[in-house]
């Protein structure tokens, strides 16, 4: 899965692209950086304290950090949505924090004003597409095809929306999921699943507070965005500290969990993602599955072959194999399932795929 990060110049971006994956980068480059952020799920590593494999692995996530959307720079604007138009789902960062060395966004001396510029962004780039579109087929020499038609009929009722200043996600029971494969090649922004993250300094962090928060807090429910706070600064001392000494710097802030943990677990959830989780001495391992799959899914999620000579899966709960010790007790007690090919793979299930190609 692939995400995008985009936001205004001076708000962080780059900072939160590089704590997700640990990558340092040019905060001025005009290219996308591209790379994987680890989904943090203590799931994984109780687990795989209890087998004690030759390798762990975590779910990921791809991240592309973009450079600064300046809505005054037309040339800049198209640059950036060429970049994310095959991202899954955008992470919106917003400043909160205040350093009189580096000034706010211009027009953007709010977190609240700087996400009103960029949705209005994001609108009228969609509103761009969808009305050249509409102009190339109305004004096509020849009779449409009928998907063509349909096509039409679809990005109309879009560009309405649109020019009432509305997301198209708000409206998305208002279109099938054929007419939105109909337009899926137009990587409509708005339409796309957003996580808002607004980025602190210490004091407006420990305070949980800052200007305008109520605001976005309004807008973030209205649109049903995720939402998250963290403080870029902070998060970068945590990174610097050896693993030993973190647990215990956070339960000093009063907190379990760093931001850029709670961030990659929250992106996740909003992409409507869910783990799987294969157990064993040689590997534990998180799996990346979309919520509702079914238990062939997962397995061509592990290797196509296992899909193909698919027979059953076992299942058996996270909760239950924690809470009785071992796979043993819990086949004792009854509680490993054997299930067919139509099952649905729900978060935490452990599954063993039985195959024969």
Known sequence: MKVGIVGLPQVGKTTIFSLLTGLEVDPYSTTYQKGIAKVYDKRVKILSDMYNPKKTTYATLEFFDTPSLNPNDKKSRAHVFNMVQNTDALLLVLRAFKNESVPFPENGETAFKQLRMTLDEFIFRDLEIVSSRIEKLENAKRKLEHREENELKVLLHMRDILENEDFLSLHRDEFTEDQIKLVSSYSLVTLKPIVITVNLDETQFENKNYESKDEILKVVNEYNFAYIELCGLMEKEIQELPENEREEFLKDLGITESGIERLSKTMYSQLGLISFFTVGKDEV????????STAVEAAGTIHSDLARGFIKAEIIKYDDLVSLGSEKEVKEKGL????????????GDIITIRFNI
């Not at 391992?285 to 509702?292: E, I, V």
């Not at 490993?336 to 793979?345: A, D, N, R, S, Y």
């Open 336 to 347: 490993m399932k054997l299930v067919g090919k139509e099952h649905v793979i729900e978060d």
């Open 285 to 292: 391992r998180a799996w990346t599955l979309k919520k509702g």
